[in-house]
């Protein structure tokens, strides 16, 4: 199959030298690509900002905001057979970028900002007959906001990741994570590594794959 994968933070400036971003590494990204590559099928990966080696992918479309990665997304969205938005988009941008780089004396107290947007929202009238997954990540109601997230953005899959534990989402090596689709009650949260998690995802892909 020919899989899109969508990894690690993205990045607002403030100004030349000043950003919004997210907590994010890549690092689920990144055992994503590599394991659907690991299990013979082609894969796109577009990256923001990401702390981890990409250099093992083949095929990386690097981005800087969520516009780029919309953008990005749209271009390789009819490539592909499935879709797996892992990145940790920013959802706030500041409303106006400032040219030159603000100084600390002349800092504004508070920023203006605008929601950046919604990049599955966006694309999901192209969807076609496309597999659509996407990630919730969150400190609460873990099962409840997965659940709603995967009817409001029109997905075939959500991974619910419990990102409140230190052992568990950004920077971590192992998420506590369940996969949620429309017609199965969702399992209880395991402990797994993101190279495991990974292995379900797109096992999961596969089943359900042209
Ligand atoms: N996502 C997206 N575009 C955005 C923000 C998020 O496509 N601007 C994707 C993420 O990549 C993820 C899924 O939507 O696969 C859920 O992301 P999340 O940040 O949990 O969703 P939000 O809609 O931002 O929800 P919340 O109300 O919790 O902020």
């Given at each position: 199959m020919k899989i899109l994968i969508t990894a690690g933070p993205t990045r607002e400036p403030i100004d030349p030298v000043r950003f919004i971003s997210n907590r994010s590494s890549g690092k689920m990204g990144l055992a994503l690509a590599l394991t659907a590559i690991e299990r013979g099928h082609e894969v796109a990966l577009i990256a923001?900002?990401?702390?981890?080696?990409?250099?093992?992918?083949p095929r990386v479309i690097t981005v800087e905001t969520a516009d780029d990665m919309l953008h990005a997304v749209r271009r390789e969205l009819e490539w592909c057979d499935a879709l797996v938005m892992a990145a940790a988009v920013a959802d706030w941008r500041p409303a106006e970028v400032i040219a030159e780089k603000l100084k600390k004396n002349n800092m504004p107290r508070n920023l203006q900002l605008e929601p950046v947007p919604d990049i599955l929202g966006t694309i999901a009238p192209a969807k076609g007959s496309r597999i659509f997954v996407g990630f919730a990540a969150e400190t609460g109601n873990l099962l409840e906001e997965a659940s709603r997230k995967l009817v409001a953005k029109k997905l075939d899959l959500i991974v619910a990741n419990?990102?409140?534990?230190?052992?568990?989402?950004?920077?971590?090596?192992?998420n506590m994570a369940t996969l949620i689709t429309a017609s199965a009650k969702p399992g209880a949260p395991v402990l797994m590594t993101k190279q495991e998690l990974a292995g379900r995802i797109v096992q999961w892909i596969e089943s359900r794959g042209p």
């Open positions: 923001g900002p990401v702390s981890v080696d990409l250099s093992a992918i419990d990102v409140a534990r230190p052992d568990s989402g950004f920077e971590s090596d192992t």
